[in-house]
Structure formats: structure tokens, C-alpha cells
């Protein structure tokens, strides 16, 4: 499954996630921090989605969202 989502309130504006059988094959940022954005889709390659958001979510950077938190949403509205 292909999920093309629109952040909200975080330095990337949007992310591009891979899904096959449950399991995280790839999360991209489009814009944000290179390297915290990079580091993130890495770490969750090959993770389990339910996982992922669970390590993920409720993580706040700028206000009460961040990149890593708009990826456990994203998510989230996939399942």
C-alpha cells in the first residue's frame, strides 16, 4: 500500500509511506530536518506499522506535533 500524506503543523510538508502486510518498507519526508527525517525512515524500515506509531506518536517538536508524530498519524488513517 501507498500512502502520499499532507503533514500538518511539522517542518515536512508531506510523506510518502510504503506498507506491505503490516510491515514499514519505506517512509520518505519531503522537506523538514535532512538528517532527523532521513534517521527516522530508516529506524521505522521494517518495523511493524502498529509498532511504529506507538514509538512514535504524541512526540512534540515546534507546538504540539513533529515529524515523527505526523508518520504515527499518517499511519494511524491507514489502517
Known sequence: ??????THGSCASRIDIEVENGIIQSAS????????????????KGMAVEEA????????C???TSCPDQLARALEQAL
Open 29 to 44: 519526508f519531503i522537506n523538514g530536518c535532512a538528517g532527523n527525517t532521513q534517521a527516522v525512515g530508516a529506524l521505522v
Open 1 to 6: 500500500m501507498q500512502i502520499r500524506y499532507t
Open 53 to 60: 506509531i506507538r514509538r512514535l506518536k504524541g512526540i512534540a
Open 62 to 64: 515546534q507546538g504540539d
